[in-house]
């Protein structure tokens, strides 16, 4: 049998965290601490995703700073809409 390599071990991580993410959105406890569990993975997959998959390492470090600040603002972001969805609502709406 062949051993896992190091980027099918990122890969089966991934999934196992996408999987627990599902679970976890399915529990219906919905409030703050779900809210950092689920900011939090974001910002663990996507930091594997970038430094695994995408060779950032071998990128301009302006590059590698855009991308890490993307995969840290996405978090921010689903934070943010948890706790002040309505001035999001009220910010984002044309009319």
């Given at each position: 049998?062949?051993?896992?390599?190091?980027?099918?071990?990122?890969?089966?991580?991934?999934?196992?965290?996408?999987?627990?993410?599902?679970?976890?959105?399915?529990?219906?406890?919905?409030?703050?601490?779900?809210?950092?569990?689920?900011?939090?993975?974001?910002?663990?997959?996507?930091?594997?995703?970038?430094?695994?998959?995408?060779?950032?390492?071998?990128?301009h470090p302006r590059?590698?700073?855009?991308?890490?600040?993307?995969?840290?603002l996405v978090p921010?972001?689903?934070?943010?809409?948890?706790?002040?969805?309505?001035?999001?609502?009220?910010?984002?709406?044309?009319?």
């Open positions: 049998m062949n051993r896992l390599g190091h980027a099918e071990k990122i890969w089966l991580l991934l999934l196992a965290l996408t999987l627990a993410g599902a679970w976890l959105a399915e529990t219906g406890h919905a409030g703050w601490p779900l809210t950092f569990v689920v900011a939090g993975l974001i910002a663990f997959k996507g930091r594997l995703v970038i430094d695994h998959y995408m060779a950032i390492t071998a990128a590059i590698r700073r855009i991308l890490h600040g993307f995969v840290t921010l972001l689903v934070i943010f809409s948890h706790g002040w969805g309505d001035v999001l609502r009220r910010l984002t709406t044309l009319h």
